[in-house]
Every structure is written in structure tokens, then in C-alpha cells.
């Protein structure tokens, strides 16, 4: 009985394997950051002061000339820019 769950689920392990293979040569390998300000090397996030630390907010600005003071982590525009972290983190 339980022999019979575990090849069946290798069977279901190979197919998923096989799918993901699939959509990474689709999509072209690894999937990339969404194109979130959060994620641009143009956004500046903003910071309020709690207690003795400060802790991000859903908030910041594009210094990329857009002239768009405050912008939420999840908006997007056409100065996207990926932000690069070094070889350290990724």
C-alpha cells in the first residue's frame, strides 16, 4: 500500500520536474525580479523612525527624472532599471 503512494508519487515528481524544465527554457532560465520599483536601482525607499530603529515603508521616489515624488514598492514605470546587488548576493 504504501509502495504503491511512493512510485506514485515519483511518477508525479518526474512529471512536475519535466514541467518546470519546460517553462524555464520558455521563459529563458531563471525567472526574473518582477518589474516592481522595489526592485530598480532608481527607487530610494522611504523609512520611518520607530522607537530606536526605523522600518521600512510601502513608499519611496524615483530619482530617475520622473518627477514623481512618492511611489509605492509595487508600481512600475518606463525608467525600470534593475538593481544590482554584487556577486555576494545573488
Known amino acids: ?26 521563459c529563458g532560465g531563471k525567472a526574473n525580479m518582477p518589474k516592481n520599483c522595489e526592485y530598480c536601482n532608481n527607487f530610494i525607499q522611504h523609512y520611518i523612525r520607530s522607537g530606536n530603529s526605523y522600518a521600512p515603508t510601502h513608499y519611496g521616489c524615483c530619482v530617475a527624472g520622473n518627477r514623481i515624488k512618492t511611489r509605492k514598492t509595487d508600481e512600475t514605470c518606463k525608467s525600470f532599471v534593475k538593481k544590482s546587488y554584487g556577486k555576494n548576493y545573488l
Open 1 to 26: 500500500m504504501i509502495a504503491d503512494k511512493v512510485k506514485e508519487l515519483e511518477k508525479e515528481n518526474i512529471s512536475l520536474k519535466a514541467q518546470v524544465e519546460e517553462l524555464q527554457n520558455i
